[in-house]
């Protein structure tokens, strides 16, 4: 009986999401998420289902919106993101 384990464990054991919970992406179509509601693929490739890299909304895209009346929020939860503090 073979006891050593390390044969068994494969990359996967190092994964971590590459995206942010709380923060919003740009997913194709233009359909913003937040990394926790992105689908898995994107939250631990950085790519959606489609292969397209998703891109984090910055404050700025928020502020410049915000500015025309839009308020960017998740599609899938429809929560405004968390305004950082300065
Ligand atoms: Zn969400």
């Known amino acids: ?3 050593d ?3 068994r464990r494969g990359p996967e054991t190092d994964l971590a999401p590459l995206l942010s919970e709380e923060t919003l992406y740009f997913t194709d179509n233009g359909a913003i998420y937040h990394g926790r509601c992105c689908g898995t693929s994107a939250q631990f490739t950085g790519r959606d289902i489609s292969g397209q890299r998703v891109e984090a909304v910055s404050q700025a895209d928020i502020d410049a919106c915000a500015a ?3 308020a960017l929020a998740c599609e899938a939860c429809d929560n405004p993101p968390q305004r ?3």
């Open 1 to 3: 009986m073979p006891t």
């Open 68 to 70: 025309d009346g839009v």
């Open 84 to 86: 950082k503090r300065r």
């Open 5 to 7: 384990t390390s044969l």
